[in-house]
């Protein structure tokens, strides 16, 4: 599982931990507010809607071409990049890099894990995810250095380059048949590697479920800590008096709690369920974001960055158990692409909302409030999940 752990290190890293690295000299060359770059996030919502046909490829193909397809993508807009000379140049790029995105990593190393790991799918599925936040620890003080050495166009080469060493990576390794199995043997004999039939409802029976409309309700709501908060952290701590040293080291702690918590909630999910161990999760991420909410150095923010990757980090592989244990594996990737439309709204608005919270208020705390109520209402809802079949 090391392909798809190394894929989102680069594809989340990227998109999540290095933007704010980007805002100032994107800012200072070509006059952009931190406003206009934000927006620039906002086209994640683009990954949201083509998740669905992405989804349908899985179930079809398999992961392996699906991974490969859109990790060409994604590593494409970052060659252009340095390119750039009008801000729609950025927009443009944005929408290439985000409507690959669910098929570098949610949708694929879902399916992998389910495959390769039925017993203990949650650890494994936590392990896997962690690469979400190693891009955290290992791509900011990278392309930092980068920037200080060179340029930012200079920069946005050397997160490319990472991205065509995972490519490779996976063009190697990946596979969906286990050693020594039939399907493997045949595949090995004609050259061809089809996908897997795994048990399951159907799309059709799916969207007749009480829970499919719940569990979109949700999908936003747990995504808010990603889109709305989480690009903003080191702006939250910088724009207080805090050192830009302090801030990223600040992000590093948040990252490594982040990579912690995937595993640790993903054994509780084994244990309670992924619904119940995602109430808990989204209880820690509450706490973690209102401790940021008056951003000051010493104990207090080395406390609320830990705890609220604590409770954020969790969220991809719990989801991912949830959708697995309600409606199986069969067609997971369409199903999981359509429940993730619903996304739209929080990667749409989210980065917006953070931009406009600062040049209106000179502050991040209305969105570090609205985040609080809003994972909270998820909570609630949860509770009305049921418990699956766990297939």
């Known amino acids: 599982m090391l392909a798809p752990f190394l894929v989102a290190t680069v594809a989340m890293g990227s998109y999540q931990y290095t933007h704010g690295l980007f805002v100032d000299p994107l800012g200072q060359t070509f ?19 083509t998740a669905p046909i992405l989804g349908r ?9 699906v991974m490969l397809c859109s990790v060409a993508l994604m590593g494409s807009s970052f060659v252009l990049r340095p390119f750039m000379t009008e801000l729609w140049h950025l927009y443009a790029i944005s929408f290439l890099q985000f409507m690959a995105m669910n098929g570098t990593v949610m949708l694929p190393a879902g399916r992998l894990v389910a495959v390769w790991f039925k017993n203990n799918k949650g650890r494994v599925l936590g392990l896997t995810m962690m690469g979400n936040n190693f891009g955290g620890l290992v791509l900011p003080p990278v392309i930092g250095a980068l920037l200080i050495s060179f340029s930012w166009q200079i920069a946005y080469y050397g997160i490319a380059i990472m991205f065509a060493v995972v490519w490779l990576y ?36 799916a969207i007749k479920t009480k829970a499919f409309y719940l569990i979109a309700i949700i999908t936003p709501i747990g995504s808010l800590a990603f889109s709305m908060v989480l690009p903003h952290v080191i702006d939250n701590y910088t724009n207080s008096g805090i050192s830009l040293l302090t801030a990223a080291t600040g992000l590093v702690v948040l990252s490594t709690f982040g990579m912690l918590s995937k595993v640790f909630w993903g054994a509780i999910g084994e244990k309670i369920t992924g619904r119940n161990a995602l109430m808990c999760s989204f209880s820690v991420t509450i706490v973690g974001v209102m401790l940021m909410y008056n951003p000051i150095a010493g104990p207090l923010m080395w406390i609320a960055v830990a705890v609220f990757g604590l409770g954020m980090g969790a969220f991809g592989p719990l989801y991912t158990m949830i959708i697995q244990d309600l409606f199986g594996l069969r067609n997971y990737g369409a199903i999981s692409g359509l429940l993730g439309l619903t996304g739209v709204i929080s990667f749409g608005a989210g980065p917006i909302m953070g931009g406009l919270s600062y040049d209106f208020a000179g502050t991040y705390k209305p969105i570090i409030l609205a985040a609080s109520i809003g994972i909270a209402i998820g909570v609630l809802l949860l509770t009305q999940v049921p418990r699956g079949r766990r297939y």
């Open 57 to 65: 490829f899985l179930d079809k193909y398999g992961a392996k071409p």
């Open 31 to 49: 006059g952009w507010s931190r406003t206009e770059v934000s927006a620039s996030l906002s086209f994640a919502a683009v990954g949201i809607i």
């Open 170 to 205: 996976t063009l190697k390794f990946v596979s969906e048949n286990k050693v020594g199995s039939t399907r493997s043997r045949e595949s090995a004999n004609s050259r061809v590697e089809p996908a897997l039939i795994l048990p399951g409802m159907t799309l059709h029976e």
